[in-house]
């Protein structure tokens, strides 16, 4: 080859150190490769062999870089190992740190991805109710990403972000002062999602409104009412109000009283408060706590009794309730003890006859 062509000048360096660099280059990209494939898949490997989740993800993130980074990354180091001084370093430069920021990018992004995933496998069912939340968050934190890496790369070009920052943050209060109420929603559901007051299928009431959870949206929770309506409310509205979770409960208390008669044996009063416990016992997955003589009414002598039920089920409070009171009823027909009812006694003094 014409040595004068190969002293010939682009940018700064000759067309023979150019050749050197490109050379160097290739190799570089050549053993990067190779790196590349070894490394990640004894990391796969490893990863698989492990119960720990989090090197499964690192292992996931780091297989995702791409060849463009791996071709970047050997131009960087060519660069740096022959070119000194030359005019196109910093534009070289600049174009691998661009790179770098979109390879840290799509990490990110591939981070954000499979740990949503992940943690959508790990969570079954409860996950699966939560899909909106998750795919809203993921989105969040992409979005935040990319714009920081847009702001790098302008900052990169020397272009000055302060201005731009600025702006961002006025504009960002203004929206936030327009859509203030949707604002309030939205963080609202996110409230919902992590500290979990209710999930779907719950049953709550709150005042004057009660139903199971449907759906829980971005601005507004969906409520199926026992009657069969949809009862729609926005998530902050929810949050501010007292809501009763009888989904939620381990265990349901029940109390009632019955009464029985003035006329009643003293002994016989003496016993019903024992015949309630048996009855109580008797019946499965129930708690007695206890039974007694409470007061003396208008027209009855009345006990109150407490007990238990250990399955929250409002159907199996209600089935137990039910066997209760027919075995009471049946209890005080064969001891022949009457229940009370609303009664009124008068008396009426005898007058002396007139003298005719």
């Known amino acids: 080859m014409d040595q004068a062509f190969l002293d010939q000048s682009f940018l700064g360096l000759s067309v023979l150190r150019w050749g050197e660099?490109?050379?160097?280059?290739?190799?570089?990209?050549?053993?990067?490769?190779?790196?590349?494939?070894i490394f990640f898949s004894r990391l796969s490997t490893l990863a698989e062999r492990t119960?720990?989740?989090?090197?499964?993800?690192?292992?996931?993130?780091?297989?995702?870089?791409?060849?463009f980074f791996i071709i970047l990354l050997a131009l960087y180091f060519s660069v740096e190992i022959l070119l000194e001084g030359a005019p196109a370093i910093p534009i070289i430069l600049q174009i691998v740190f661009l790179g770098l920021l979109f390879q840290v990018g799509l990490w990110g992004n591939d981070l954000i991805t499979l740990s949503a995933r992940r943690y959508a496998e790990s969570n079954g069912d409860e996950a699966k109710a939560r899909v909106t939340a998750i795919k809203a968050i993921s989105l969040f934190g992409k979005l935040i990403l990319w714009s920081l890496m847009m702001l790098l790369a302008l900052d990169n070009f020397g272009i000055d972000i302060t201005a731009l920052v600025a702006g961002l943050g006025i504009g960002s209060i203004a929206i936030a002062l327009a859509v203030q109420n949707i604002l309030q929603?939205?963080?609202?559901?996110?409230?919902?999602?992590?500290?979990?007051?209710?999930?779907?299928?719950?049953?709550?009431?709150?005042?004057?409104?009660?139903?199971?959870?449907?759906?829980?949206?971005?601005?507004?929770?969906?409520?199926r009412s026992l009657s069969g309506e949809q009862i729609v409310i926005s998530n902050s509205d929810l949050l501010s109000s007292?809501?009763?979770n009888y989904k939620s409960m381990f265990e349901r208390r029940a109390q009632?009283?019955?009464?029985?008669?003035?006329?009643?044996?003293?002994?016989?009063?003496?016993?019903i408060s024992g015949w309630l416990r048996e009855i109580v016992e008797a019946q499965e997955d129930i708690r007695f706590d206890r039974a007694h003589l409470k007061s003396f009414g208008d027209f009855a002598i009345i006990y109150e009794v407490v007990?238990?039920?250990?399955?929250?089920?409002?159907a199996f409070f209600m089935d137990?309730?039910?066997?209760?009171?027919?075995?009471?009823?049946?209890?005080?027909?064969e001891e022949r003890v009457e229940f009370a009812f609303p009664t009124q006694t008068i008396h009426i003094d005898s007058m002396p006859k007139r003298a005719e």
Do not use: C
């Not at 137990?320 to 027909?333: D, G, N, V």
């Open 51 to 67: 119960k720990n989740r989090l090197d499964s993800i690192v292992a996931e993130v780091l297989k995702g870089t791409r060849s």
């Open 185 to 223: 929603d939205i963080l609202a559901y996110i409230s919902i999602i992590f500290d979990q007051p209710f999930v779907y299928g719950d049953y709550l009431v709150m005042g004057d409104y009660s139903g199971t959870v449907e759906h829980v949206g971005l601005k507004t929770t969906r409520i």
């Open 256 to 271: 009632f009283s019955v009464g029985v008669t003035y006329d009643t044996p003293h002994e016989k009063l003496q016993a």
């Open 320 to 333: 137990t309730q039910e066997s209760i009171y027919l075995a009471i009823h049946k209890r005080f027909e």
């Open 242 to 244: 007292r809501i009763r």
């Open 21 to 37: 660099m490109l050379g160097l280059w290739l190799v570089i990209a050549v053993v990067l490769f190779l790196i590349r494939r």
């Open 307 to 314: 007990f238990y039920a250990l399955q929250p089920a409002y």
